[in-house]
């Protein structure tokens, strides 16, 4: 009889582990909370490290048709001057893999058009578990009880397992808020380059996706009441941003897209295996999206685990996963937290520093620090 598997939480990290697990020999079960699959969610940054991953599941073209390839992320200062570029055709040139932009909605909608609909548990939020002769008896906010040979937790940031075994879910604050929305792209924009504008303690970025569409993020520093401010206030709060921004500042007065707000925050802890369940994507690595790598770590963890699940029964796995995976969402996790400090700096002065300071380095450094920060994993 096959061992069953039970994945907690159907965003991208669940969905991908479903997609892959059941290329092995488990019976796969996928439980939401929601009554259907997750729509909710704006645009997503995947690089090389993902779209490999991707070619590797057979997904690669679909991605594609549904994305936005982008040829360079650029960083300017509030007027549109450039700080400093990173350049994802260098990136393809040397691995073949592209860098794109596309809607959350898109991805969760190919990851699951591409598993087996057979095993899901929608309107099934765990509550509880509890371990048994060495399976798992799970219990579900609609009463349900069922029985698994292993748990998998991809819930997100407030993951139920993980809070199970240890508490609360401690936050590490970064002291920002960030609105987030998606728009029509103006007619003749240019979509090959995504960007992100540095301002005083303030930073816009916009990100091309596909079906021409941009993803808009706007970041400030918390001051309070940031919760309350209505779509207009909030515009002009980034009124004194210019450059690509202001390309498009027109267009947002006209218009009231569904905006996502939220507090930018990460979890104290790593947690990647603890009493045999496996966390991946947020409920174990949670990070700040201050470098784009949150969908990407989810999905590289996914795939790690299941390369390791070939070679390994589950539990020796989940050890495994633990030791190769830990430091580089570790090392992902601290450099998204700094790129974040860096980048709302209070003093004016520093702000002009950092400006200086960014524009007189040689560009092939700071794209070799990239690649070596995102490329250098155990992907191979």
């Not at 974040?340 to 950092?354: D, E, N, T, W, Y």
């Amino acid at each position: 009889m096959k061992e069953k598997i039970l994945i907690s939480g159907a965003g991208i990290a669940g969905l991908t582990l479903k997609n892959l697990l059941e290329r092995l020999n488990y019976d796969v079960y996928l439980c939401e909370k929601e009554d259907t699959l997750r729509t909710q969610g704006a645009g997503l940054l995947l690089g090389a490290n993902v779209l490999k991953i991707f070619r590797q599941m057979g997904l690669e073209e679909q991605i594609l048709q549904k994305a936005q390839v982008i040829d360079a992320f650029i960083t300017t200062d509030a007027k549109g001057k450039e700080l400093d570029t990173v350049d994802f055709k260098q990136i393809y040139a040397k691995t073949s893999y592209r860098s794109v932009g596309i809607h959350r909605q898109e991805l969760h909608q190919i990851l699951f058009a591409n598993m087996q609909h057979t095993n899901l548990l929608f309107d099934h939020e765990l509550t509880n578990f509890a371990q048994d002769d060495k399976s798992y008896i799970v219990a579900f906010k609609n009463g349900k009880q069922k029985r698994f040979d292993h748990l998998i937790s991809s819930e997100g940031i407030f993951s139920q397992c993980r809070e199970k075994i240890y508490g609360k879910t401690e936050l590490r604050a970064t002291s920002q808020v960030c609105w987030r929305f998606v728009i029509d792209a103006p007619q003749n924009f240019e979509r090959s380059s995504g960007y992100e504008m540095w301002g005083d303690q303030k930073r816009v970025g916009i990100l091309p996706l596909g079906t021409d569409k941009l993803y808009c993020y706007l970041v400030a520093t918390q001051k309070g009441g940031e919760e309350k401010l209505s779509y207009q206030e909030v515009l002009q709060l980034f009124e004194s941003f210019e450059g690509r921004y202001g390309q498009l500042k027109e267009t947002l007065l006209h218009i009231s897209p569904k905006i996502l707000y939220n507090v930018l925050a990460d979890t104290q802890e790593i947690t990647l295996q603890s009493e045999g369940i496996v966390f991946v994507g947020d409920s174990g690595h949670a990070t700040t999206p201050n470098l784009g790598q949150g969908a990407a770590m989810a999905i590289e963890s996914a795939y790690t685990f299941y390369t390791l699940l070939q070679k390994h029964k589950f539990s020796l796995a989940a050890q495994f996963y633990e030791q190769t995976r830990l430091k580089k969402v570790q090392k992902i996790k601290e450099r998204s937290m700094l790129v974040g400090k860096f980048s709302h700096l209070r003093s004016k002065l520093l702000q002009k520093i950092r400006n200086i300071f960014m524009q007189f380095i040689p560009s092939a450094i700071t794209q070799k620090e990239f690649e070596k920060l995102i490329l250098d994993g155990e992907i191979k």
